[in-house]
Nanobody, 121 residues
């Protein structure tokens, strides 16, 4: 079994910063791409950012470019999301995701349970 556990969410004023972390544990052999999605109340889940394993190539949603930075620590099986200059529209539940090759030879996409980010105006 593989688990993804997020942390770092909370309440912050507009213009503030938060850093999210997501650690994978369990029967992990290796992790391919990792990423963050978010879902605001009444809206569909949307991509925030992704990062590949090898070159660390990143992709960002237009709405967060220049404000958010995704990074990863392969030795710790952890992905981070540094969020600066937060806006009220960044409010939502943030989910991490990872493509994991398990020690049993299988490959699956896993999701964390989500962490709430609330930005007050």
């Amino acid at each position: 079994q593989v688990q993804l556990v997020e942390s770092g969410g909370g309440l912050v004023q507009a213009g503030g910063s938060l850093r999210l972390s997501c650690a994978a544990s369990g029967s992990v052999f290796s992790i391919n791409a990792m990423g963050w999605y978010r879902q605001a109340p009444g809206k569909r889940r949307e991509l925030v950012a992704t990062i590949t394993r090898g070159l660390g190539t990143t992709v960002y949603a237009d709405s967060v470019k220049g404000r958010f930075t995704i990074s990863r620590d392969n030795a710790k099986n952890t992905v981070y999301l540094q969020m600066n200059s937060l806006k009220p529209e960044d409010t939502g539940v943030y989910y991490c995701t990872a493509g994991v090759a398990g020690t049993n030879g299988t490959y699956n996409d896993y999701w964390g349970q989500g962490t709430q980010v609330t930005v007050s105006s």
